[in-house]
């Protein structure tokens, strides 16, 4: 029946994203409440700017002086950070999709139902994707919350694009674990491929941003987390082409994922 | 003129590559079970029986050959095919942090339940003693499998497939289940079940297919081969006896002496045997099912070729 396992999904995870959610929103709500006045953001760019440049960058803070705006200080403190955090609850729920049933012997009995392999992964998937969108607006609120405590004059709209613009990083990395998991088959193997690739992608980009080296610089785009871009999202706006570029490749692995599904053996 | 069967398999074939090594697991499988039968799969372990039964479910897929289950490719309309099906794996696992009865409910709903499949399977439950309350952590191995059972069974499906169905059950279930079974065939379904416990399919298959090495070497009819059946007796005497005694009896064809006891591998009835025996004090009588190699070799022989 149409739409059972999206909702058996939601309802086995709803609990674990809710936790999540409550830690993003604390962890945002913090770091606003936490810049007490733009005197502190002095000292901070001050202390930053006795810091070495190449150190700063690995940072994700191209300039000392960004550090003077709220903003830049955000962009540093929180979206520079959740994202690589996030990384935890992405894999655990690619994980979901279609590796812990099938690790555990339980797919067996799944595809003995009704149900189309195609369908287990896109209800699971879509279910994770709502999942993921509860935890964004969770973080949402507890920003929104530090806002109202704050006494600076923050850009609330600015804020909302930029925790907006996690989704699509990570969605990317649940494709990611769907993709790898369907194809290596064990849940261990597969938490090691997803967690090398996105210690490597962030490695890449910290080193891209710290080298001005024109191969470091191609490499870095190699790395998922370029096209995260949360400072710049933070300063600019959001960028349609990075999201763009991130919702494509997620639609990518899962078109994939669901050709070997479809293809391989199950459970073995 | 004969009915549709409900499985057909034609040359289907699986092979499994690790690595470069290639394992053929199924070796051009042609099988046909009718419907309203129940038919037993028996082999040893690793003979193919489970493959066999996750290829008709499209759990895996055939190297070569095809599986129809009632007229329709059991790859490409899976779907449709599964609604009809129920599936008890060998080795079963179930969502260990939901409830018997949140299994049930998760299921019947993936299955389209209208209500009716939920209240079969309280009726289930109540047949095999089995607590829905409890979560599925909590079961003990024979209690998962009722569940499993009860899980397979609660659509009333038209194909029951079941691996190694027993395994876990204690004696007193194990008649339940047969029960259970008969009851299914009385009502038209057709039952595919593997086991590598000649007893077990004695007890209710009309049919078996006897599987070895992932080869099927014969189909019979469960009469056909209870008929070669035989026991390993081992009678234990007072005082020594001499193996002769017992050489000639009809039946015997295999008798050591051992201490004070006569081992002998007999065919058919008892009474000839313990006629021979008479004035001899005996002490106690033992009696061993064959293996199913045993069974096997007793009626095919050691390259497989049937006994005339």
Same mark, same amino acid.
């Given at each position: 029946?149409?739409?059972v396992v999206f909702w058996n999904t939601l309802k086995s ?11 993003? =929103? ?11 006045? @733009? ?84 209800e699971k998937?879509?279910a ?13 609120? =507890?920003?929104?919350? =530090? ?21 699509? =990083? ?23 491929? @997803? ?23 191609? @490499? ?11 400072? !710049?999202?933070?300063?600019? !706006?959001?960028?349609? !082409? ?27 | ?71 329709? &490719? ?32 998760y299921?019947?709903s993936v ?19 089995? &607590? ?30 079941? &691996? ?104 058919? &009835? ?39």
């Amino acid at each position: 029946m149409s739409g059972v396992v999206f909702w058996n999904t939601l309802k086995s995870h709803w609990r674990g994203a809710l936790y999540w959610g409550i830690g993003m =929103g604390l962890l945002a709500y913090y770091i606003l409440v936490i810049i007490p006045d @733009v005197d502190a953001l002095n000292q901070y760019a001050e202390m930053a700017a006795t810091l070495p440049p190449v150190l700063m960058q690995m940072l994700g803070v191209s300039d000392s002086a960004t550090l003077l705006a709220p903003e830049g200080f955000i962009g540093f403190g929180f979206f520079g950070y959740a994202l690589l955090i996030l990384a935890a609850y992405a894999v655990i729920a690619g994980l979901n999709v279609t590796a812990n049933e099938e690790d555990e012997g339980i797919l067996d009995i799944v595809l003995s139902l009704p149900l189309a392999r195609w369908r287990l992964v896109v209800e699971k998937f879509a279910a994770h994707l709502v999942l993921t969108l509860g935890i964004v607006l969770m973080a949402i609120l =507890g920003m929104w919350l =530090g806002v109202q405590q704050s006494v600076l004059d923050l850009n609330m709209a600015r804020l909302v694009e930029a925790t907006l613009n996690m989704l699509p =990083g990570i969605l990317f990395m649940i494709a990611l674990t769907v993709f790898i998991s369907v194809l290596v088959r064990r849940k261990a193997a597969a938490i090691g491929i @997803v967690a090398g690739i996105i210690a490597a992608s962030y490695f890449l980009d910290f080193i891209g941003k710290a080298v001005t080296n024109d191969i470091v610089q191609v @490499v870095q785009k190699l790395s998922f987390y370029t096209y995260y871009d949360s400072a !710049g999202v933070i300063t600019h !706006g959001l960028n349609v !082409g990075n999201i763009a570029l991130l919702l494509a490749l997620t639609v990518i692995l899962l078109a994939g994922a669901l050709w070997f599904f479809n293809r391989r053996d199950v459970g073995l | 003129m004969a009915a549709n069967p409900v499985i057909q398999t034609d040359n289907l074939t699986k092979v499994y590559k690790t690595g470069k090594e290639a394992v053929v697991a199924l070796k051009d499988l042609n099988l046909s079970v009718q419907p309203g039968e129940i038919f037993g799969f028996l082999g040893p372990n690793g003979a193919g029986k489970t493959t066999t039964i996750r290829l008709l479910l499209d759990l895996i897929r055939p190297t070569r050959g095809r599986a129809n289950i009632f007229g329709q &490719d059991a790859n490409l309309n899976s779907v449709a095919l599964h609604q009809r099906i129920g599936f008890l794996p060998g080795e079963l696992s179930l969502w260990k942090h939901l409830t018997g009865k949140q299994v049930v409910n998760y299921v019947a709903s993936v299955r389209g339940d209208d209500g009716r499949m939920v209240k079969h399977a309280n009726e289930l439950a109540e047949q095999l003693d089995l &607590d829905f309350s409890k979560k599925v952590r909590a079961y003990s191995s024979g209690n998962r499998r009722k569940l499993g059972l009860v899980v397979s069974m609660m659509h009333k499906p038209d194909l029951l497939i079941l &691996d190694e169905p027993t395994g876990g059950l204690d004696p007193l279930l194990q008649q339940t289940f047969n029960q259970m079974m008969r009851d299914a065939r009385a009502a038209g379904r057709t039952v595919f079940l593997s086991s590598h416990v000649l007893g077990e399919v004695q007890a209710i298959c009309d049919r078996v297919g006897i599987l070895r090495n992932g080869e099927l070497k014969a189909v019979e009819r469960v009469d056909d081969l209870t008929h070669t059946n035989f026991q390993w007796i081992t009678l234990r005497f007072r005082d020594a006896i001499a193996p002769e005694v017992v050489a000639q009896v009809p039946g015997v064809t295999e008798v050591t002496a051992e201490n004070h006891s006569l081992k002998v591998r007999l065919s058919g &009835d008892f009474d000839p045997l313990l006629r021979a025996v008479e004035g001899h004090y005996i002490v106690g009588v033992q009696t061993k099912e064959p293996t199913l190699e045993e069974i096997f070799l007793a009626f095919y022989g050691n390259n497989g070729a049937q006994k005339s």
